[in-house]
């Protein structure tokens, strides 16, 4: 009956849509198109923020995106930061740009 509850194996469906991220990733590339990349930075030595991020760059790696991540200290001034992502914002190389939260 239509009232039925539909059971989803969050698992199986998050297998299902890195499969295809990583697929359009390929298609992307077999097109003559420059590897996606996505660079991130990551202000202070929050622990949580570094393992999130060490998880972002796993699976950006499992789905053929390159990364890089670009650690500063906690005490970097705002205009530093700032300054930091216009430059990056420019960069070809740069399809992706991660500013993680919380900053200090």
């Known amino acids: 009956s239509s009232d039925e509850a539909t059971i989803i194996s969050g698992a199986k469906l998050a297998k299902q849509v890195l499969k295809e991220v990583q697929r359009d990733v390929e298609s992307w590339i077999s097109f003559g198109n420059q590897r996606p990349h996505l660079t991130v930075i990551l202000v202070g030595d929050n622990p949580a923020s570094h393992i999130y ?11 053929g995106i390159s990364s890089e991540i670009i650690l500063r200290p906690k005490d970097i001034s705002q205009e530093e930061l700032l300054d930091l992502t216009v430059k990056l914002n420019k960069d070809s190389k740069v399809s992706g740009l991660l500013v993680q939260l919380p900053l200090p």
């Open 53 to 63: 991020v060490r998880n972002k760059i796993k699976a950006a790696a499992a789905v």
